[in-house]
């Protein structure tokens, strides 16, 4: 499962979500939104991750293994002053869909399921 998958199916699920390096997202995600094909262009990156665990009321993004995958140094970063873009990606879409963003923004992004 990756994270497109949560904005593509239906699924009833509120759950913290975090990934598996540095624990940048830490914010509430309710099932309960899909993505407008603006929203899919713009969070690219983010909805390629897969998803390590669902369990409980948390759910752990897998960019470790991402960025295995990929062949992509993480030394390079520190994770405060310099992150990812992709994990970056990740953080704006999941902020973004609990409505930290501008309205004009989440309308362009989202759609209520």
């Known amino acids: 499962m990756k994270v497109k998958d ?3 199916t239906k699924i009833d699920l ?3 979500v975090y990934e598996n390096i540095a624990d940048l997202i ?3 995600f309710c099932g309960e939104v899909s993505l ?3 929203g899919k262009k713009h969070f690219s990156k983010a909805l390629q991750f ?3 665990r669902i369990s409980g009321d948390m759910l752990v993004i897998d960019t470790e293994k991402y960025y295995n995958d ?3 140094d993480l030394s390079n970063y520190d994770f405060e002053d310099k992150i ?9 879409l999941f902020w973004a869909a609990a409505g930290y963003c501008s309205t004009s923004e989440y309308e362009l992004w989202f759609k209520e399921s």
């Open 6 to 8: 949560l904005f593509e």
């Open 14 to 16: 509120c759950v913290d």
């Open 26 to 28: 830490g914010i509430a």
């Open 36 to 38: 407008t094909e603006e």
């Open 50 to 52: 897969p998803i390590a």
């Open 70 to 72: 990929k062949k992509i």
């Open 84 to 92: 990812p873009s992709g994990v970056q990606n990740l953080i704006d």
